[in-house]
């Protein structure tokens, strides 16, 4: 197919929900039909504006390149995929891209019958971490606690106060 020929399929419908931070429902939503270029960002020029001080001007862009819809990271705290700061990556099915690593996440995706049908019961088989504990600064922390000088005097108070409840 020629560059002329794919350029003027016009692509489906696509939906990008801002998530509830909480619960990772949805809370608002946007459909765009026939669009090739989205802006996400906390101005009033972008199709998804997003009113959150965290957020860039001009924080990401959904591009549709080659049939295909590329995520673009464009905001200074970036953009989260997989627990990974990306600058670009491709976007094969559903995806939820939170912005930055502390700013509020959003889902793409394009629509299907099934997704557009009177379903009783439906979720995401993608999980979203809440959050993922670092281990081994972990440890470090707590071996810097236990110590340090403050803790020490603690346990050391401890210890003579069971031995002045020991008979």
Same mark, same amino acid.
Request: aromatic letters at 6%; one cysteine or more; hydrophobic letters at 40%.
């Given at each position: 197919?020629?560059?002329?020929?794919?350029?003027?399929?016009?692509?489906?419908?696509?939906?990008?929900?801002?998530?509830?931070?909480?619960?990772?429902?949805?809370?608002?939503?946007? %459909?765009?039909? =026939?669009?090739?270029?989205?802006?996400?960002?906390?101005?009033? /020029?972008?199709? *998804? $504006?997003?009113?959150?001080?965290?957020?860039?001007?001009?924080?990401?862009?959904?591009?549709?390149?080659?049939?295909?819809?590329?995520?673009?990271? %464009?905001?200074? =705290?970036?953009?989260?995929?997989?627990?990974?700061?990306?600058? /670009?990556t491709p *976007? $094969?099915?559903?995806?939820?891209?939170?912005?930055?690593?502390?700013?509020?996440?959003?889902?793409?995706?394009?629509?299907?019958?099934?997704?557009?049908?009177?379903?009783?019961?439906?979720?995401?088989?993608?999980?979203?971490?809440?959050?993922?504990?670092?281990?081994?600064?972990v440890r470090?922390?707590?071996?810097?606690?236990?110590?340090?000088?403050?803790?020490?005097?603690?346990?050391?108070?401890?210890?003579?106060?069971?031995?002045?409840?020991?008979?």
């Amino acid at each position: 197919m020629s560059q002329i020929e794919s350029a003027s399929i016009a692509p489906s419908e696509v939906v990008v929900q801002l998530l509830d931070a909480a619960h990772g429902r949805p809370v608002q939503t946007w %459909r765009f039909a =026939n669009k090739r270029q989205i802006t996400v960002g906390r101005s009033d /020029e972008r199709e *998804v $504006d997003i009113s959150d001080p965290y957020v860039s001007r001009l924080h990401a862009e959904l591009c549709l390149q080659e049939r295909k819809w590329i995520l673009i990271s %464009r905001g200074r =705290n970036g953009v989260v995929v997989g627990n990974q700061l990306i600058a /670009e990556t491709p *976007v $094969d099915s559903a995806i939820i891209f939170p912005l930055g690593p502390a700013g509020p996440s959003l889902r793409f995706f394009v629509p299907t019958e099934e997704t557009g049908s009177m379903r009783t019961l439906s979720f995401d088989t993608e999980t979203m971490p809440i959050f993922a504990v670092d281990n081994s600064k972990v440890r470090e922390d707590v071996g810097q606690i236990a110590d340090g000088d403050y803790f020490q005097k603690l346990q050391a108070q401890a210890k003579t106060l069971r031995q002045k409840r020991s008979p």
